[in-house]
């Protein structure tokens, strides 16, 4: 269960959704290793999950670490003030990437739609080229199910009109289902329908790589999804294919993600089913609570005594077995 270092993929992760790319850490430290990364900006950091693991492996590689997040949770304040060396940056992407020197290696997990992730792609490859530095080793979480074709807003009103899909607020997803299902896994701000031109990561990954020569991509299919893109002409470029390929839209691994996320999102509506009932049933049992103390109640059952000869068809008796009183 252990991942590298030791660390425990559950810490912060009681119901188990792996949704930290420090699920994937085998495969990201192994990408960060090939492409000697010294440097590794994450966008998105979150409760800084990941973080942790990149500052273990930055101690070794002897390598920066920034962890780029306009709202950090406070685990990851917490990070930042016991290990002085992380730079946490409270800011948008595309606020940060105005100044952060570009890193060896970009992780991009923070605002999960298409306009997002097209943006930071642009932005950043514009500064390559203006600076003359190599294109960052580019590792992109969520290009699988949800977020692979359906869009997910951090802050819709920060996303242009035209590229923005309509919305259901706290929609459940669920795998297979194109629009929305009650219950299912829920989401802020979720398109109300997966698929289609400008909607989702993968989607803005490969019109990106469409409109530009020379990058490949791998996508792995785990825990949500890892994309890894990289120059062909990259000094690593050889020592990454070999690391990624047997991985890359491995169908073993395909039916396993899409096993794994039914399951989960099964699992997800039953949790939904289940409190709502027990919030039906806690409804009841206080209204037989009202009707035991109520005096008006009693006499109803008296006077039910005597008509049916003692027989009443409902009794007191019976509300107290049903509350397990007796
Ligand atoms: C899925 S979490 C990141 C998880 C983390 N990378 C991990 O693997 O443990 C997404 C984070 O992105 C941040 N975020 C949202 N919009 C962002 C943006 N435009 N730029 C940077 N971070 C953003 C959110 O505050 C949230 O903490």
Redesign the pocket.
């Known amino acids: 269960m252990d991942l590298p270092f030791g660390l425990n993929p559950y810490d912060n992760d009681p119901g188990a959704w792996g949704?930290?790319?420090?699920n994937n850490a085998e495969l990201l430290l192994a990408c960060l290793d090939a492409a000697q990364a010294r440097s590794v900006a994450?966008?998105?950091?979150?409760?800084g999950?990941?973080t942790r693991l990149l500052l273990l492996w930055a101690e070794r590689a002897d390598a920066r670490v920034i962890a780029?997040?306009?709202?950090?949770?406070p685990e990851l304040e917490h990070l930042e003030r016991e290990r002085s060396e992380l730079e946490l940056i409270r800011e948008?992407?595309?606020e940060a990437f105005e100044h952060i020197p570009l890193p060896d290696a970009l992780?991009l997990?923070?605002?999960h739609n298409y306009y997002?992730l097209i943006e930071e792609l642009q932005r950043i490859t514009r500064r390559s080229e203006a600076e003359g530095i190599e294109l960052p080793l580019l590792l992109l979480?969520d290009v699988c199910w949800p977020h692979g074709r359906r869009d997910d807003y951090?802050d819709p009103a920060q996303i242009p009109a035209e590229y923005r899909q309509p919305i259901v607020p706290e929609g459940g997803l669920y795998p297979g289902v194109e629009g929305i299902r009650e219950g299912g896994m829920p989401y802020h701000n979720p398109a109300a329908r997966e698929g289609g031109p400008r909607n989702g990561v993968l989607t803005a990954v490969e019109d990106f790589l469409a409109a530009h020569q020379g990058l490949r991509l791998a996508v792995i299919p785990a825990f949500f999804g890892l994309g890894v893109m990289w120059r062909e002409d990259a000094p690593y470029a050889g020592e990454l294919a070999r690391i990624v390929e047997p991985w890359d839209r491995n169908p073993l691994l395909e039916r396993l993600e899409r096993n794994r996320v039914l399951h989960l999102a099964s699992s997800q509506v039953q949790l939904n089913l289940a409190t709502n009932a027990q919030e039906k049933v806690r409804r009841q049992e206080a209204l037989l609570q009202r009707m035991l103390a109520s005096r008006a109640f009693a006499a109803a059952e008296l006077f039910l005594r005597v008509r049916q000869r003692g027989k009443p068809i409902f009794s007191r008796s019976q509300i107290r077995e049903l509350l397990g009183q007796r």
């Open positions: 949704a930290s790319l420090l994450e966008v998105g950091a979150y409760a999950d990941l780029i997040d306009p709202s950090p949770q948008t992407s595309f992780v997990d923070g605002d997002t979480h951090f």
